[in-house]
C-alpha cells in the first residue's frame, strides 16, 4: 500500500526567502507526482504535475522535482511571499483506467511579511 | 477551457437527514469523475470514482453512495446521515484518455452534521 509523507506538517519563514517542501512515498512503481496547493476552506489547486519519466517541472517561481528511486519528490519556492501561504500537498499516482491517487497530509506554509 | 463546480459550499443537516452534493464539470467529454473526503489532520480519501455515465466505483465501504446520470454530472448521496459524515467533500475530475492527466479539484463542499 502506498504512503506518502510530508515533512515538515507546518513551516513558516520571513518574505523573501527560498524554501524548499519535501514529499516522500514508499512504493516507487508510479506514473506521476502532482503538487497541490489548498487555501484554508478551499479546493485543491493543481501547481504542477510530474510525470513517472521527467526529473523536474517549473512554473514561475515553483520547481518541482522527483527522484523515483529514492522515493521523494520536492517542490522549490523562490523567493517567498504572503500570498504563498496555503497548505501544500502531494499526490502520487498509480493505477491505470483511472487516477488512483494517495495524497500526503500536506505542509502548512506560512509566509511572514 | 473545462470548469468544475460543485455545490453546495457549507451545509449543516442534523443526523438522519438525507444529503445530496452535485458536481458538474464543462468544457470537457467523457471526464473521470471523483468524490473524495478530507478529514481535519488527514489526507484526502478517495470515497468514490467514476469513468462513465453510470459507472461507479467504491474505494471505501460507508452511508454514502454516487450516481453519474450525466456524462459530466456526479452526485452524492446519503439517505440518512450520521456524525462521522461530517467532514469537507471535493469532486474532482480528470481527463478520460490516459493516466497521465493532473487531478483538477472543485471549491468543495463543508458538510456538518449535527
Known amino acids: 500500500k502506498q504512503e506518502v509523507t510530508q515533512i515538515p506538517a507546518a513551516l513558516s519563514v520571513p518574505e523573501g526567502e527560498n524554501l524548499v517542501l519535501n514529499c516522500s512515498f514508499t512504493?516507487?512503481?508510479?506514473?506521476?507526482l502532482q503538487w497541490f496547493r489548498q487555501d484554508p476552506g478551499k479546493g485543491l489547486t493543481s501547481l504542477l504535475l510530474?510525470?513517472?519519466?521527467?526529473r523536474e517541472q517549473t512554473s514561475g517561481r515553483l520547481n518541482a522535482s522527483l527522484d523515483k528511486s529514492s522515493g521523494r519528490s520536492t517542490l522549490y519556492i523562490a523567493a517567498s511571499q504572503p500570498g504563498d501561504s496555503a497548505t501544500y500537498l502531494c499526490a502520487v499516482g498509480q493505477g491505470g483506467g483511472y487516477q488512483k491517487v494517495t495524497f500526503g497530509t500536506g505542509t502548512k506554509l506560512q509566509v511572514i511579511p | 477551457s473545462q470548469t468544475i463546480h460543485q455545490w453546495p459550499a457549507t451545509l449543516v443537516q442534523p443526523v438522519g437527514s438525507p444529503l445530496s452534493l452535485e458536481c458538474t464539470v464543462e468544457?470537457?467529454?467523457?471526464?473521470?469523475l471523483y468524490w473524495y473526503r478530507q478529514a481535519a489532520g488527514r489526507g484526502l480519501q478517495l470515497l468514490f470514482y467514476?469513468?462513465?455515465?453510470?459507472?461507479i466505483s467504491s474505494e471505501v465501504p460507508q452511508n454514502l453512495s454516487a450516481s453519474r446520470p450525466q456524462d459530466r454530472q456526479f452526485i452524492l448521496s446519503s439517505k440518512k446521515l450520521l456524525l462521522s459524515d461530517s467532514g469537507f467533500y471535493l469532486c474532482a475530475w480528470s481527463p478520460g484518455t490516459g493516466v497521465f492527466s493532473p487531478l483538477h479539484f472543485g471549491n468543495g463542499t463543508r458538510l456538518t452534521v449535527t
Open positions: 510530474i510525470q513517472s519519466s521527467q
Open positions: 467514476s469513468v462513465g455515465i453510470g459507472q
Open positions: 512504493d516507487s512503481a508510479i506514473y506521476n
Open positions: 468544457g470537457t467529454s467523457n471526464p473521470n
